[in-house]
């Protein structure tokens, strides 16, 4: 772990002898196009004019990378040391977001921006460590082609994925990021802040006793979390819905609901009985009102309808609680 941190037992950029150098670029190239390759493999499905973009360029790291093959071969023989980019120290590393799925369109064409302006510079600081001429001039080549993937890219771009087919991509993404995350984080927020309201204010009521409505509140908002997190992992597992990840609705279900319960139990930590009403009824206010807001937000419902659905139907509920408690 120190070794990692510290970058104990890696060679410094510096020390690299020219064979070295042109070893580390040929692995770095070949890494970079199987990074892009990964990246068109995990765009395909939903972002098929993107993932054209990175086949692209991974066949252009593929040049790169025969050239400095051809070069090493002339210069040093077939052998090529194996060293890569976490052998040395201070060279940059690549975060491995392209084993998340699913990917995010706008994140990956930045990262693959860094991934160019990296290489780029180590070409340069490469190039001007290195005395012979035909190895110099492939290094400057090389930094000239990085930088001029920026260009490439923009003319990718305008070749596969025009403004027109940015923009639907980018609805594309929205849509899959509402109905996998913000729909089930939404029904669960709605199911844990609204059902959870008559038990507790029933217990609070009927019992004015600020520990035992903190249990109820618990067991109510728990369960309640539980139940809709299985409900949801199997109720569709997202293949003909295109809802996404089952697991990842009904941790987000889940947890969503019984967030909703614990915002109005957890203030009956307080002591005294009505300091603690006092602030959970205005967690309550707070909670309906954010949905309200949330519904707006991304499910484009009209902020009067969204508010007369929840707000109106929360209070329903809390004043059946606190009618039952008083029975």
Do not use: C
């Amino acid at each position: 772990m120190l070794s990692r941190v510290f970058g104990f037992g890696r060679r410094s950029f510096d020390s690299l002898s020219e064979q070295e150098i042109l070893a580390l670029a040929i692995s770095s190239e070949e890494d970079d196009g199987r990074i892009y390759r990964a990246y068109a493999d995990g765009l395909r499905e939903d972002f098929p004019h993107s993932a054209e973009i990175f086949e692209a360029m991974a066949a252009e790291e593929d040049g790169h990378r025969n050239a400095l093959i051809e070069l090493h071969r002339a210069r040093f023989g077939e052998r090529i040391p194996l060293i890569r980019r976490e052998h040395v120290r201070g060279y940059y590393q690549r975060k491995p977001d392209w084993l998340v799925r699913p990917l995010g369109i706008d994140a990956v064409r930045r990262q693959a921006e860094a991934m160019e302006r990296q290489a780029q510079l180590f070409y340069l600081e490469a190039a001007r460590r290195t005395a012979d001429a035909s190895t110099r001039k492939l290094l400057g080549d090389l930094a000239a082609a990085e930088k001029g993937h920026e260009s490439l890219a923009v003319r990718l771009e305008r070749e596969h994925a025009p403004q027109g087919v940015k923009e639907e991509e980018r609805a594309v993404e929205r849509r899959q990021f509402i109905l996998t995350y913000v729909q089930p984080g939404l029904a669960g927020l709605m199911d844990g802040s609204v059902s959870t309201l008559a038990p507790i204010f029933a217990a609070a009521f009927a019992t004015h006793d600020s520990w035992q409505t903190l249990l109820v509140g618990l067991a109510a908002s728990i369960g309640a979390g539980i139940s809709m997190g299985f409900t949801e992992v199997a109720s569709d597992d997202g293949r003909l819905s295109g809802r996404g990840s089952p697991m990842k609705r009904g941790l987000t279900v889940g947890a969503m609901t019984a967030l909703g319960g614990l915002g109005h139990a957890l203030p009956y930590l307080i002591p005294h009985f009505w300091t603690a009403t006092g602030v959970a009824a205005l967690v309550v206010f707070f909670e309906l009102w954010a949905i309200a807001l949330i519904q707006n937000r991304y499910m484009e419902t009209p902020l009067w309808r969204a508010a007369f659905q929840v707000v109106l139907g929360g209070a329903l509920v809390f004043a059946a609680g606190v009618l039952i408690g008083n029975a």
